[in-house]
């Protein structure tokens, strides 16, 4: 146990994966299950308490069941069988234990011989930026407003007030002739010029060329910075809970290359991130079913395909595949029709739009912790089991 090695079983369980115990777990008392919980549970995340709650219980009800067996358990002498542990699993978190808890759990301890049905794994996890993990601080119009009055240019009120739509407008119509911010027709930058510039000249600014390059110099810093942007909360723990599980994580977004250059390291969370799926560099935006297969193939020579001592080890699959956004369209419906699994975040509560998202089929939360119960509920297995032992060297590249 110290060497985070679980044997865990009930007398007639047969699981497809059980194999041989040491004789020195054949009959461990309640007490030790009581020890090792209690001190698993020092070591877990936030992200980890969910799970260990909801699984712990159901480790409970084992002892209850097992009543009609045979033995007694040291805790309670004449009243409850013993546990006779005959499945050996190695693990390196709260969240393998769950399973095997589970496992007992729903297997019958009498004479059910139903196969347990084929396993379902997460082995990546794929994330919109915006609205999932990142945040956008501040108003548009304020941020156009300073960058111009910071360069000598006042706008009226009613210019200030149009700079939402006009935005959008120039967006569209940059979009439209610059696909994919350019792809690999023009930089990123060059890209943003020109929509800055058709943004004020929609709004009916009037600046010479070098006051135009001067606004856009400061509009296209302000978000590359703190100003505009802050990490949601829950991103970097949820980040390093995938990171522990060997579960390749990384972005999928309708962006440019800046956010991988400078935004997400700002924000502290490329660290934990494997791969960066940009529609600048792969020339389709989502819903395209091409950038979330591009993403799949940046996610896979992150797994241990490589490594013998992995269980089921082979290529990435889409059904392997959870992809997380905050656009009905552009996440739900272009993940699933790639054949990932998605859910969506609703952070704003913005109910009438999530219950639409929720009619119209798609799973809808409100954090990063409600996917993580998400995943637990759904029974999901997590990474390479064996690989992950050791996340540092679950990475063969």
Known sequence: CSQDIIEVGLGRCRFLDSRPV????????????????????????????????????????????????????????????????????????????????????SSSTASSNHLNPPRRRIRAISCDVTGTLVSFKGKIEEHYGNAARACGIELPPEQAACIPKMFKQAYKETCA?????????????EWWRRCVRKSFDLVGTSMTEPEQERVFQRVYSTFGSHAAYAAFP???????????RGIACGVISNADERYGDSILPMLGLQDSMQFLTFSKNVGFEKPHRKIFQAAMQEAEPWLCLTNSNVMDAGPLKPDEILHIGNDYEKDYVGA??????????????????????????????????????????????????????????????
């Not at 002739?177 to 930058?189: Q, Y």
């Open 234 to 244: 829950d991103a970097v723990p949820f980040l390093n809970w995938c990171h522990r």
């Open 177 to 189: 002739i610059h696909p994919c911010f350019g792809n690999s027709e023009i930089s990123s930058k």
């Open 22 to 105: 040491s004789p020195s777990l054949q009959n461990i008392s309640i007490e030790t299950i009581l020890g090792l919980l209690s001190q698993v549970s020092r070591k877990l995340s936030p992200f980890d308490l969910p799970l260990m709650v909801a699984w712990t219980a159901r480790v409970f009800i084992l002892f209850i069941l097992s009543a009609f067996g045979d033995g007694h358990i040291d805790m309670f002498p004449r009243c409850f069988p013993t546990f006779s542990f005959i499945s050996a699993v190695k693990i390196p978190s709260t969240e393998l234990l769950c399973r095997q808890a589970h496992k007992l759990f």
């Open 336 to 397: 699933t029709e790639a054949g990932f699994h998605a859910v969506l975040l609703d952070r704003y509560d913005e109910k009438e739009v999530a219950d639409e998202w929720r009619a119209n089929g798609a799973l809808v939360y409100k954090d990063l912790i409600d996917v993580v119960e998400y995943l637990g509920r759904q029974q999901f297995e997590l990474g390479s089991i064996e690989c992950c032992l050791d996340p540092e060297h679950c990475y063969d590249i």
